[in-house]
C-alpha cells in the first residue's frame, strides 16, 4: 500500500521552492509551445495531461506528473497552476456515502496522497448514511461540504433538477483529461443529458455466485451459462425435506439485501425511462418478459415452504448468511460480496465460484448484457467555498492508481479509473480469481448503470411491489401488461407534473 | 378620574403590555421561525412542485389531484387505520388491565410496575429488532410453539401476520400508558367505592360506574395521544418490512407495512418536497378532523367536574 509520510515544515519549504521552479518552467514551456502553434486541444490528451494545471510537481506522489509540460497543459491561459500550489492552507470536507468506521481506513491512502500532492489541502472526511437528504439540504442552506463521493447512478436527475451537483466539463476539458482514462460504464455512471457531473470511482458489477459443492452434488459440471441451463440448475439443486420444508433453494432472484426484480428486467433489455429520463417506459415486453421468467423460480416450490424458508435465513451481512451456510445455492449479488467471508471472520470457501449472470439463447459473450447494480462517483456540490480547490481534490482522488486500489481492497467494488483497474486485477485477481469476472464485466463497453429520473425511487418501489403482487397471484398472467400500463401511466403523471410538461 | 391620570394608566399599560411582549419574545421569535413559519412554507409548498435548490413551481392542486389517485395512499391508509382501529383498543385495554392490577399496594408490585415499564424506555427501533429476532422461523417463539405442535406463523411474510405482529409489538411496550392510568386510578376517591359497596356493588359494577367514568378524562387523553402516535407509525413498520427486504419502503410483503409515514418518507427521499408536503397537509386535515370529532362527543363518554372541567 502507498503513503506518504507527513512532512515537516522545513521539507514544505523546500517542496514549495521546487514548485516555484517547476512552475515557472511549466509556464515557460507553455508559451513556447503557445507560440509555436502547437495543438492544444484536451481531446487528445490522457489522464497524464491533468499535470500542470491540476496535479502536483511532487512527481513522487503523483504518477500523472512524468508528462512534459508542452503535452501536459493544453490551456495555459486557463491554468490554475500557481494559485493550486502556492496557497493558504485549506480544510476541504469529503462527505461520502461510507460508514466513518469504513470509509476512514478505506479512504487513508487516497487523501494521503493528495495532502503531499496539495500540502496546503487538509481534506477531513465525514461519512454519511443519508447523503442524498444531507446534501440537497446542505445546497439549499448554503453550506455544502466542498466535495461527495456517492453512488448518485439512479439520482442524478435530481441532483440536476435542483442544481445540487456542477457539470465538471468544463474543468475537465481545460485540464486535458479524457474520458479513455476510464471504462466506459465509469463515464456513464456520471453522464446526464450530454454532461458528465462528476468523475466516475468505481462500478459495481453483478455476478452469479455459486456453490460449487452444491452443483456437484446435484450431478452439475458447469455453473450455467444461459437462462433455460439456470432454471434446470435451480430445479436440480432444490432440496426438500420430508415434511416438505426447503432445505435449499436453488435460485431465486430477489433475497438478500438488494432486490434484483428491476435488475433482471434490465437484463432482458428493458429500460425503466427514456435517455433524458422524461418518459416511463414499463409498459414494454421486456418488462413483462423478464417478470414471467422469474415467477418460475418461484413456481419451483410450495409458496409457504419458500416462505418459511425465506423467513428462517440468518441475517444478510452477518457469518450466518444464507449463501454461506449454504441455504442458497446459486446467489445473484454484486461483486462487493466477495468480501463478506473475510469481513465475518471466516475467508472465502473454497467452493465458492463467480460467473457472469447467464444469458438469453443465442447471446455468445455475457459481458453483452452489463449492467451494474450502481457506481460511486466523486461530485462537487453547487456553492462550494473553493470549487478550483475542490476539483483539485476530485481529480487527485479519483485519478490515483495504486491508492485507488488499495481502497477498492477494502471496499471490494471495481475500479473505473484504468491504471487502479490496472493494479486491482494484478494484486486482487492473484489472491481471489473470481474478482477476474468482475473485472471483465466492469471492462465491458457495454456496462451501464440504470437510468435516472425525477421519480426514481417511487418507480423503484412501485415495480418491486408490482412483482410482488404478481408472484402473489394477485395480479394475474393475463393481466400482467395491463397492470404495467396502469403503473406507467400513474408514474409518468407524476414524472410529467415534476418536470412541468 | 382626570385625564392625566388616565393617560398615565394608559402609559402603564402599554409599559406592562411591552414588558410582557419583550419577556416573551424568546418563545414568540422562536415559535415564529422554527413552527409557524415552516408550517406555512410547507402549506405553500403542497401546491408547488418544490425541489431543493430550486425555487418551487406553482401547481395549484396538481399535487393533492395526484394524492387521490395514488393506491399506494389508498393502501397506506387503510394500514394506518388498521393499527388505529385494532392495535390501540388493543393497547389500551391491556395497559389499563395491567394498571388496574398494579395500582393496588402489594408486595412486589413496585417490581411488576419497573418489569412493564422498561420495555417503553426501549428505542423502538430497537424493540422492532428485538421482535423481529423473536418471531421469525426458527427463533424462540416458534421454536416454543413447536413444542406444542403448532406451526408459527410468518409473522413477517404473511400480510395476515404482518400488523398483528406490530400490534403484539406496540403491547409489549405499554409502560407509559399503564402509568397515566395509575396516575387517573390512585386519583379516584376511596369514598366512592365505600359508597357504591353499600349500595351491593360487585367487583365488576365497582369498575364498570365508578372506575371507568373517574377515570374517563385519562382514557380521553391517552386514547388521543395514542392515535396521533398511530398515524405517525414509523419506525417499528419500517424495521420489519426492512428486515424482509432491506432498502426499499414498500412494507412489503404486499404493502401491508406500509404505513403513511413511511410512504411520506419516500417521496421525500425522491426530492419531491411539494407532494410529501402535499401528504403532510392531508395527514394534518385528517388528525384535526379525528380530534375534533373526539373533542365534540367528548362530554357524551367522559365524566367531568361540576365546573365542565374534564
Known amino acids: 500500500m502507498y503513503t506518504t509520510p507527513p512532512l515537516n515544515r522545513r521539507d514544505r519549504r523546500q517542496r514549495s521552492m521546487c514548485r516555484h521552479a517547476l512552475v515557472g518552467s511549466a509556464i515557460v514551456a507553455s508559451l513556447v509551445a503557445a507560440a509555436c502553434g502547437g495543438d492544444n486541444s484536451g481531446d487528445s490528451a490522457d489522464t497524464t495531461a491533468a499535470a500542470v494545471t491540476t496535479a502536483a510537481p511532487d512527481t513522487s506522489a503523483a504518477p500523472d506528473t512524468s508528462a512534459t509540460p508542452d503535452t501536459a497543459a493544453p490551456d495555459t491561459s486557463a491554468a490554475p497552476a500557481v494559485t493550486l500550489y502556492d496557497r493558504d492552507p485549506l480544510t476541504l470536507t469529503l462527505w461520502s456515502s461510507f460508514s466513518d468506521t469504513e470509509g476512514t481506513e478505506a479512504f487513508q491512502p487516497m487523501i494521503e496522497r493528495c495532502e503531499s500532492m496539495y500540502p496546503w489541502m487538509t481534506i477531513e472526511y465525514v461519512g454519511k448514511d443519508d447523503i442524498s437528504d444531507s446534501i440537497q439540504a446542505a445546497v439549499e442552506a448554503g453550506s455544502p461540504p466542498d466535495l461527495i463521493q456517492a453512488d448518485f447512478s439512479g439520482g442524478l436527475a435530481y441532483l440536476e433538477a435542483g442544481g445540487i451537483v456542477e457539470p465538471i466539463d468544463d474543468l475537465f476539458a481545460r485540464d486535458g483529461l479524457s474520458w479513455d482514462s476510464f471504462v466506459p460504464g465509469g463515464k456513464r455512471l456520471v453522464e446526464f443529458k450530454d454532461q458528465h457531473w462528476g468523475l466516475p470511482l468505481s462500478l459495481d458489477p453483478v455476478g452469479l455466485f455459486y456453490n460449487g459443492d452444491a452443483l456437484a452434488e446435484a450431478g452439475i459440471t458447469e455453473p450455467p451459462s444461459n437462462y433455460d441451463e439456470l432454471l434446470d440448475a435451480a430445479a436440480k439443486l432444490l432440496k426438500v425435506g420430508s415434511d416438505g420444508t426447503v432445505e435449499r433453494v436453488g435460485f431465486v432472484p430477489d433475497v438478500g439485501d438488494g432486490s434484483y426484480v428491476s435488475f433482471i428486467g434490465y437484463l432482458f433489455g428493458g429500460n425503466r425511462f427514456n435517455a433524458d429520463g422524461s418518459e416511463v417506459t414499463l409498459a414494454t415486453p421486456e418488462w413483462a418478459e423478464s417478470l414471467r421468467w422469474q415467477q418460475q423460480f418461484y413456481d419451483l416450490m410450495d409458496p409457504d415452504a419458500f416462505q418459511r424458508w425465506a423467513d428462517g435465513l440468518g441475517s444478510y451481512d452477518s457469518a450466518d448468511n444464507f449463501f454461506i451456510r449454504g441455504d442458497l445455492a446459486m446467489y445473484l449479488e454484486a461483486s462487493y460480496f466477495i468480501t463478506w467471508p473475510d469481513r465475518f471472520g471466516n475467508g472465502k470457501p473454497e467452493n465458492w465460484g463467480v460467473v457472469p449472470f447467464p444469458t438469453p439463447e443465442g447471446v455468445a459473450d455475457p459481458n453483452n448484457l452489463a449492467p451494474m447494480a450502481g457506481g460511486n462517483g466523486f461530485f462537487i456540490p453547487t456553492g462550494v467555498q473553493d470549487r478550483e480547490a475542490s476539483w483539485a481534490a476530485m481529480s487527485c482522488l479519483a485519478l490515483g492508481g495504486e491508492q485507488i486500489a488499495s481502497f477498492e481492497n477494502v471496499i471490494g467494488n471495481i475500479p473505473t479509473n484504468l491504471e487502479a483497474l490496472a493494479l486491482f486485477e494484478a494484486e486482487q485477481v492473484a489472491k481471489i480469481p473470481e474478482y477476474q469476472t468482475f473485472i471483465d464485466l466492469v471492462r465491458s463497453p457495454n456496462a451501464e448503470v440504470s437510468q435516472s429520473s425525477l421519480v426514481s425511487n417511487s418507480i423503484g418501489d412501485r415495480y418491486t411491489a408490482l412483482a410482488l403482487d404478481y408472484r402473489r397471484g394477485d395480479i394475474a398472467d393475463d393481466e400482467l401488461e395491463d397492470a404495467l400500463a396502469d403503473l406507467q401511466a400513474s408514474l409518468q403523471e407524476e414524472l410529467d407534473l415534476e418536470l412541468g410538461s | ?310
Open chain 2, 1 to 310: 378620574m382626570t385625564s392625566a391620570r388616565r393617560a398615565a394608566r394608559r402609559r402603564a399599560d402599554r409599559r406592562r403590555r411591552l414588558t410582557v411582549l419583550a419577556l416573551l419574545s424568546p418563545w414568540l421569535i422562536g415559535f415564529c421561525v422554527f413552527v409557524l413559519y415552516p408550517i406555512m412554507n410547507s402549506l405553500y409548498w403542497s401546491f408547488t412542485v418544490k425541489r431543493y435548490g430550486k425555487p418551487a413551481r406553482w401547481v395549484g392542486l396538481g399535487n393533492y389531484r395526484l394524492l387521490l389517485e395514488n393506491d399506494e395512499l389508498l393502501l397506506a391508509l387503510k394500514n394506518t387505520a388498521y393499527l388505529a382501529l385494532i392495535g390501540l383498543p388493543i393497547r389500551l385495554f391491556i395497559a389499563l388491565l395491567v394498571a388496574t392490577l398494579l395500582a393496588r399496594p402489594r408486595r412486589g408490585n413496585g417490581a411488576y410496575r419497573l418489569l412493564f415499564y422498561v420495555p417503553s424506555l426501549v428505542p423502538a427501533v430497537a424493540s422492532g429488532a428485538l421482535f423481529f429476532f423473536l418471531l421469525r422461523q426458527g427463533g424462540p417463539v416458534a421454536g416454543l410453539l413447536d413444542l406444542f405442535g403448532i406451526e408459527a406463523p410468518l409473522w413477517f411474510r404473511d400480510p395476515a401476520w404482518t400488523k398483528p405482529a406490530l400490534i403484539m409489538l406496540g403491547t409489549w411496550a405499554i409502560g407509559d400508558t399503564m402509568l397515566v392510568f395509575m396516575a387517573g386510578l390512585v386519583d379516584i376517591p376511596r369514598s366512592l367505592y365505600e359508597a357504591v359497596e353499600l349500595d351491593g356493588a360487585g367487583r365488576w359494577a365497582r369498575f364498570r360506574y365508578v372506575t371507568l367514568p373517574m377515570i374517563s378524562p385519562v382514557t380521553f387523553f391517552t386514547l388521543l395521544t395514542g392515535l396521533i402516535g398511530v398515524l405517525q407509525a414509523f419506525d417499528a413498520a419500517y424495521v420489519f418490512s426492512q428486515g424482509v427486504r432491506p432498502g426499499r419502503l414498500t412494507g412489503e410483503p404486499d404493502g401491508s407495512l406500509l404505513t403513511y409515514a413511511m410512504l411520506q418518507l419516500r417521496y421525500f427521499s425522491d426530492g419531491r418536497i411539494g407532494f410529501a408536503s402535499a401528504m403532510a397537509w392531508v395527514m394534518f386535515v385528517l388528525t384535526l378532523v379525528i380530534t375534533l370529532v373526539m373533542m365534540a362527543t367528548r362530554r357524551r363518554w367522559v365524566h367531568t367536574t361540576t365546573d365542565g372541567a374534564a
